[in-house]
């Protein structure tokens, strides 16, 4: 098969390790794989494989996420079997040209995808109408597309995030709980996720700002944007700095999760965090607000508890909870991780829905 993911920009999020790695996995496939950018380059652009093409729509970066200059030209050029729609902007902009592309080329089959919590926006909204198919990565996503949006069940598919780092397990990082002044009372909570205002790292400090005196704690917040220069004001501000470490982005943070011992996500828009995935193969039990799809990242009350939004005291009583758990639990996180969000079996899962839709199947 010819496939072509359409991408925005290459930054350090989850969609975009999604779109790499599906894009390398269906490469290494044997099918023909490009991977099309808004923007050239970007944090992820050195993970894409060789034997994925990779072009970009603007000649210089221009910073505009939206600015897809000469798309159609790049439409005839590959003439592919599959459009895969990766993210908001992808996605707003399969609404100018999925009627287009399947007049022209009936055969192709352009797929929508639905992975976040915000709001969609309308042309979104118009693009997942007309699309051939959608996938969801969650239940809930699927849920809401049926409920607020209309949309029929069976031009949905569920095919939850696949595991983007190495499915091991670490060995426990002291030296890197020594760097940061953690003993080994120390309970690290850690959150990886950009700083954007959804993720919402703000109310996660004020949260640990409040855990009980006698408890010790630190919290490990790797990522950077627009919010990090806040988010490090706001710590000040509680007197928490000190506790509060702001690592920066990491293009592989394995060694933060064999260091940390919770997982912790206020955010208040997700449809299935990669983060959460994440620390659970690692074996971190979790505590997250309950956005869209997050529950479906661990096992509810075992594995990872979710906490409803603005609950201060629970969120903290449910830290206090999973920051002694018994061994049972990590091997449990990591059992299920391995089995739900396996990139094998999501990988063959987009490419069995493929061949469906164009009719390949057996």
């Known amino acids: 098969m010819k496939i072509l993911i359409v991408q925005d920009y290459l930054r350090s999020g989850g969609t975009e390790r999604q779109s790499v790695l599906l894009a390398n996995a269906f490469a290494g496939a044997g099918h023909k794989v490009t991977l099309l950018t808004f923007r050239p380059g970007g944090p992820l652009a050195p993970t894409i494989s060789p034997t994925v093409t990779h072009r970009a729509l603007q000649p210089f970066d221009t910073h505009l996420d939206w600015f897809a200059p000469g798309i159609h030209r790049q439409l005839e050029q590959v003439v592919p079997d599959i459009i895969l729609l990766m993210g908001r902007m992808a996605n707003c902009f399969g609404q100018g040209y999925v009627k287009e592309t399947q007049d022209r080329w009936p055969s192709t089959a352009v797929i929508g995808t639905m992975r ?53 397990t670490l060995v426990r990082n002291h030296k890197l709980r020594d760097q940061h002044g953690a003993d080994d009372k120390t309970t690290v909570l850690l959150d990886v996720a950009m700083f954007r205002p959804e993720k919402n790292q703000r109310e996660l400090i004020a949260i640990a700002a409040g855990l009980p ?28 700095q000190d506790r509060v470490k702001f690592l920066g982005f990491l293009r592989n943070p394995e060694p933060l999760y064999a260091a940390a011992d919770v997982s912790v996500h206020a955010s208040r828009s997700e449809s299935l965090s990669n983060f959460l995935i994440e620390s659970q193969v690692h074996g971190l039990p979790a505590v997250a607000y309950r956005a869209q799809g997050v529950e479906e990242a661990f096992i509810p009350g075992e594995t990872g508890q979710g906490i409803d939004f603005g609950d201060h005291e629970e969120f903290r009583r449910a830290i206090l909870k999973f920051a002694h758990p018994p061994p049972e639990i990590h091997e449990r996180a990591r059992d299920y991780a391995r089995s739900e969000f396996a990139p094998s079996r999501q990988v063959q899962a987009y490419l069995d829905l493929f061949a469906k839709l164009l009719n390949l199947a057996p």
Not at 131 to 153: D, F, M, Q, W, Y
Request: proline share 5%.
């Open 116 to 168: 976040t919590g915000k709001k969609l926006p309308w042309l979104f909204r118009i693009s997942l109408r007309h699309v051939r198919h959608i996938v969801a990565n969650s239940h809930a996503a699927k849920s809401t597309l049926e409920r607020e949006h209309g949309l029929p069940c069976d031009k949905i598919t569920v095919i939850h995030n696949s595991l983007v780092f190495p499915d091991r």
């Open 213 to 240: 005196a006698n408890f010790p704690w630190q919290l490990w917040l790797a990522g950077d944007g627009a919010k990090l220069r806040e988010c490090q004001h706001h710590a000040r501000r509680l007197g928490v």
